[in-house]
């Protein structure tokens, strides 16, 4: 099936330090998500994407929507202790398909 | 309040034995899903219902059984024939399978199985 590959795979950065992580697909997809999972939790969706070249944020995060369709980027910037966990993207190319997943990337945070 | 259950957090299989994780949602979705969490694995899906009464195999479905007998419910049996069933269990629903928007899968809590 199709396959996300998301990088890092995990960051460790100093409190206030800003990260940036993707996503990228060998596939165009027409949505991506970014969710993030707190220790022992479900994940919660973040952004959702769903045009070529969009970028939307929502308080410090930013991502944005490939122009290539086959990418996705995460930005948090002046990272805080809370934003530990682990950052998932998903993507959907059409038809009646469940999203596909990354593996993840695991943020840990110094304070 | 609307929300996706997970029951119960935390459960434990004895070798040979059948168990049934339990996932309740109250936001009218058509499309419910389980997926396996592994460290480092990501999420792998295990099966997905688009409608009551109808069900697909997901990537690693094998030693799993499901049924979708109510829209609100979707209950995951991990049977005996799962030899490695160690893992936190996650169930979510959608809007739709099929639509943009209205894919957006929304998580239950988890459910961490572990083996005696």
């Known amino acids: 099936g199709q396959q996300l590959n998301q990088s890092p795979q995990s960051m460790f950065i100093q409190e206030g330090e800003d990260v940036s992580m993707n996503c990228t697909s060998s596939?165009?997809?027409?949505?991506w998500l970014w969710y993030k999972q707190d220790p022992g939790e479900g994940p919660v969706l973040l952004i959702a994407?769903?045009?070529?070249?969009e970028l939307t944020s929502n308080g410090r995060l930013t991502a944005q929507f490939g122009i290539t369709r086959k990418d996705s980027f995460l930005n948090i910037s002046a990272s805080i202790p809370s934003d530990v966990g682990i950052y998932f993207c998903?993507?959907?190319?059409?038809?009646?398909?469940?999203?596909?997943f990354g593996k993840g990337t695991r943020l840990s945070v110094i304070a | 309040d609307g929300g996706i259950t997970q029951s119960p957090k935390y459960l434990f299989r004895k070798e040979g034995q059948n168990v049934t994780l339990s996932c309740e949602q109250n936001?009218?979705?058509?499309?419910m899903y389980w997926y396996r969490q592994d460290p480092g694995q990501g999420l792998r899906l295990i099966y997905y219902?688009?409608?009551?009464?109808?069900?697909q195999k997901g990537d690693i479905a094998e030693g799993y059984s499901v049924s979708r007998e109510k829209k609100e419910s979707f209950p995951l049996t991990v049977t005996s024939a799962q030899k490695n069933p160690t893992a936190f269990y996650l169930c979510?629903?959608?809007?739709?399978?099929?639509?943009?928007?209205?894919?957006?899968?929304?998580f239950g809590a988890g459910t961490r199985l572990s083996v005696l």
């Open positions: 998903a993507g959907w190319n059409s038809g009646n398909t469940p999203l596909v």
């Open positions: 219902s688009q409608i009551v009464n109808d069900f």
């Open positions: 979510a629903s959608s809007p739709r399978t099929g639509r943009a928007g209205e894919n957006i899968q929304y």
């Open positions: 596939s165009i997809f027409n949505t």
């Open positions: 936001l009218n979705h058509d499309a």
């Open positions: 994407l769903y045009k070529a070249g």
